[in-house]
């Protein structure tokens, strides 16, 4: 698969360890959601994708922290 923004065909499959927030001030007494996606990532121009595992994204719609 190539790179969706350059077209490259130089790309990495890495994991990656992230805490999504919910935004804005309303929502700062929600609990973040720690997500650990694969992240493939363009070795020529840096853009990144990934997919939520489906887990996290359950917690994401709810709009809590997965257990």
Request: overall charge negative; glycine content about 6%.
């Amino acid at each position: 698969m190539c790179c969706a923004l350059c077209q490259s065909g130089n790309q990495a499959e890495v994991t990656a360890e992230m805490m999504i927030h919910f935004r804005g001030l309303k929502n700062i007494d929600k609990p973040s959601v720690l997500v650990f996606p694969k992240l493939v990532i363009c070795l020529d121009c840096g853009f990144s994708r990934f997919t939520t595992p489906e887990t996290e994204l359950q917690a994401l719609r709810e709009g809590i922290a997965a257990a």
